[in-house]
């Protein structure tokens, strides 16, 4: 079965961490670009980060910039996203998605909060 499986998320006080995974099956996993997007309520969805294929190049959106971490284990079929330093605005549910943008997980909730 083609799919991409997001965990991970959960509820952390400003300032803490989390790493998010996201478990793919079903395709050749190291031939695609792999990309973490966020949604908070009543936002639309936005791009949280990018790996290419063999990790050789990564980007982020400017608000995660040197907070967050993207990473992928091609033996593992799995891409993680590293947070860091979060702040409420973070609070969102976390989707993983193949870069061609065809599949998407069904997403992992994150909620900042004291």
């Known amino acids: 079965q083609v799919q991409l499986v997001e965990s991970g998320g959960d509820l952390v006080q400003p300032g803490g961490s989390l790493r998010l995974s996201c478990a793919a099956s079903g395709f050749t996993f190291s031939s695609y670009g792999m990309s973490w997007y966020r949604q908070a309520p009543g936002k639309e969805r936005e791009f949280v980060a990018y790996i290419s294929t063999a990790a050789g190049m990564t980007s982020y959106a400017d608000s995660v910039k040197g907070r967050f971490t993207i990473s992928r284990d091609n033996g593992k079929n799995t891409v993680y996203l590293q947070m860091n330093l979060l702040k409420r605005e973070d609070s969102a549910v976390y989707y993983c998605?193949?870069?061609?943008?065809?599949?998407w997980g069904q997403g992992t909730q994150v909620t900042v909060s004291s």
């Open positions: 998605s193949r870069a061609d943008s065809t599949l």
